[in-house]
């Protein structure tokens, strides 16, 4: 079993659509990182994550330490918003090595 | 633009070469990630470095070493080439290199092995 799962695997929606990518984890972190990788490749940081909820724009991360679990919101998508989302935590028993998930692909068609 | 630079974007070479890719980090920051990407694969990491010294391993071939130079920007080798070898490679820096920062990521370089 990984120690980074995310889902679901692929994703599909309709511009508009609120989207939701979980993230769940099975060893302890001191913190969880989403971030974003575009279809050319480029990956962009979005949210640092210890503990709570954090907001910007359309995107929301919330993580629940005690469950060791995170999700990713995308409110009132759009087609640009289609892209990799990867889940990646930093493991307090490996040298704080980030631990990272295999990623969702998000489409958002028009 | 993360300010992160890479270079070459692409690189083509043979089976049993050798190759090196370059990264300037972000100014002001001191650490630097080294990252792999094959096809339709996530991120491996594979080796980290904090002003100089290396800071923490990942899964990094023997065949592969990095190096980060006085002037921060650092340099990762890969030798006798394999077809496996072909991937995008990511360079990440970020300010303190503790694995809660926020970490900026170059455009990569897409290195194919024929």
């Known amino acids: 079993k990984n120690e980074v799962e995310q889902s679901p695997q692929n994703l599909t929606a309709q511009e508009g659509e609120f989207i939701t990518i979980n993230c769940s984890y099975s060893?302890?972190?001191?913190?969880l990182h989403w971030l974003q990788q575009h279809p050319g490749g480029g990956i962009v940081s979005l949210f640092m994550l210890s503990s709570g909820k954090k907001k910007h724009g359309r995107l929301i991360a919330t993580i629940n330490i005690q469950e060791k679990h995170s999700s990713l919101h995308i409110t009132a998508s759009h087609p640009r918003d289609s892209a990799v989302y990867i889940c990646a935590v930093a493991n307090m028993d490996s040298n704080y090595q980030l631990i990272w998930g295999a990623g969702t692909k998000l489409i958002i068609k028009p | 633009d993360s300010g992160v630079t890479q270079t070459p974007k692409h690189l083509i070479t043979a089976t049993g070469q050798r190759v090196t890719l370059r990264c300037s980090p972000r100014s002001g920051d001191l650490s630097v990630y080294w990252y792999q990407q094959s096809l339709d694969q996530g991120l491996q990491f594979l080796i980290q470095?904090?002003?100089?010294?290396?800071?923490a391993k990942g899964n990094i071939l023997e065949r592969f070493s990095a190096q980060q130079f006085p002037d921060l920007h650092s340099e990762l080798n890969l030798s006798s080439l394999e077809l496996g070898d072909s991937a995008l490679y990511f360079c990440?820096?970020?300010?303190?290199?503790?694995?809660?920062?926020?970490?900026?990521f170059g455009p990569g370089t897409r290195l194919t092995v024929l």
């Open positions: 990440a820096s970020s300010s303190r290199g503790e694995f809660t920062d926020t970490q900026y």
């Open positions: 470095y904090y002003n100089g010294e290396e800071r």
């Open positions: 060893v302890g972190i001191s913190a």
